[in-house]
C-alpha cells in the first residue's frame, strides 16, 4: 500500500541522515586527532614530558592538557600553562572547529600566531603570554567571539 512506502521511504531517508552524522562525527574525529598530532610535532621540546601521553593508546580527551566537550567529544580546550614547552604553534589548529581555549602561557613558544586560528570560531580565550612569539596578530582573528 502507498502509505507503507512512504513510511519505509521516510525511515530509509532516517538511516541514511544517521549515517552520514555518524560519518561525519567519524571524520570530524580523525581530523581533530591529526590536528593535536601536528601541534605536538610542532614542539621541539617538552623536557617535563607533558604530552608524553599524546599517543594513539590513549583517547585523546584523556591527553594531559585537552579538554573535551562532554556531549559531543570535541576539543574544547588546549591548556599547557608553565610545562617548558619550546616549539611552534601548527595552523592545524585552525581545524579544531569546536576549540574554545588555548592557554600556552609561560613556556617558549617562537615563532608567528597562525591566520588559521582565526577557523576557530568558538575561540574565546587565547592566552599566549610569556613566550617567544614574534610578528603581528593575524586579522583573522578579529573574526572571533
Known amino acids: 500500500p502507498p502509505a507503507q512506502r512512504v ?3 521516510g525511515r530509509e531517508r532516517e538511516r541514511e541522515r544517521r549515517r552520514k552524522v555518524r560519518l561525519t562525527f567519524e571524520q570530524q574525529f580523525k581530523v581533530e586527532v591529526e590536528a593535536l598530532k601536528a601541534f605536538k ?7 617535563l614530558g607533558s604530552m608524553s601521553d599524546w599517543i594513539d593508546a590513549h583517547p585523546h580527551c584523556n591527553w594531559t592538557g585537552v579538554s573535551c566537550d562532554p556531549t559531543t567529544s570535541y576539543v574544547a580546550g588546549i591548556t599547557l600553562v608553565q610545562k617548558q614547552l619550546q616549539g611552534k604553534l601548527s595552523a592545524f589548529l585552525g581545524n579544531l572547529s569546536q ?4 592557554d600556552l602561557s609561560s613556556n617558549s613558544v617562537f615563532g608567528h600566531i597562525p ?3 582565526g577557523n576557530c570560531s568558538q575561540l574565546v580565550q587565547l592566552s599566549l603570554f610569556d613566550n617567544s612569539l614574534s610578528g603581528p596578530v593575524p586579522a583573522e582573528l578579529g573574526n572571533l567571539q
Open 99 to 102: 576549540l574554545q581555549v588555548i
Open 115 to 117: 591566520p588559521e586560528l
Open 7 to 9: 513510511r519505509e521511504r
Open 41 to 47: 610535532d610542532g614542539i621541539v621540546s617538552d623536557p
